[in-house]
């Protein structure tokens, strides 16, 4: 019993991480028995990892058609852009006030670094370079409770990032929007980085309601990564 509740555990981890990396795609089908070969586990340990995503809101089961991952749905997406945007501008203007030169400067070299290979169309280096920009900000704003709700978003602001750099438009694009933030925190500007953050935030939910509106290709489960 406790090999299987461990092998269920390990199951959903994997299966999860492959969902918001993309690796399983919105409406990619997924099979017990092919999970099952490509984890090394029985299929009872699948299924329960499986019947753990669906209650969590990643996949949906139909008896007619099988299990498949789900998207955020358009009201999903709304209402966590709404409090990600009260939180985060708040975060973020404290961060101008409270942010050490000595942090700043780190973050500047990241830009540096980071913002050249984005330019390139590097979505991860983007991706990276956002995640630090807003774990910067909660840190700084020195607020545990308001920290931990946003870090206990990290799954679903994870989906949306990833779901948003598919396209270079969006990494560009994300790449001026944080740049503008970045740029407010240099001048020590908080209305400026404030602002910026809100419209990040918003420009971020608005493309990725369009890239979830665009139909799909249902597309059998592969392996996860390891």
């Known amino acids: 019993m406790r090999e299987d509740v461990t092998s269920a555990v390990g199951a959903y981890r994997r299966i999860k991480h492959g969902i918001l990396d993309l690796t399983y795609r ?23 990892a499986l019947a753990r995503l669906e209650g969590e809101g990643w996949i949906e089961v139909s008896p007619q058609s099988g299990t498949f991952v789900r998207a955020l749905s358009e009201r999903e997406i709304g209402e966590l852009s709404e409090l990600r945007g009260i939180l985060e501008t708040h975060c973020i203007g404290l961060a101008v ?47 545990a409770l308001i920290a931990q709700t946003l870090r206990g978003l990290r799954d679903k602001v994870q989906w949306i990032r990833r779901a ?26 908080a209305a ?12 971020a939910a608005r493309f ?9 290709r249902v597309r059998p489960d592969r392996a996860p990564p390891a």
Do not use: W
């Open 26 to 48: 919105p409406g990619r089908k997924l099979s017990e028995t092919t999970l099952a070969e490509q984890l090394g586990v029985g299929r009872s340990p699948i299924r329960t």
């Open 97 to 143: 006030e409270r942010l050490p030169d000595a942090e700043l400067a780190r973050l500047t070299a990241a830009f540096d670094e980071l913002g050249a290979r984005a330019r390139r169309g590097d979505a991860e280096a983007f991706i990276e370079l956002d995640n630090r920009l807003h774990e910067l900000s909660y840190d700084t704003a020195d607020n």
């Open 164 to 189: 948003c750099a598919v396209s270079g438009s969006r990494v560009l694009d994300g790449l001026t929007e944080i740049e503008g933030i970045h740029a407010a925190l240099v001048q020590r500007d």
């Open 192 to 203: 400026a980085a404030r602002a910026r953050m809100k419209q990040h935030i918003e420009n």
């Open 208 to 216: 990725c309601r369009m890239v979830e509106a665009r139909p799909r």
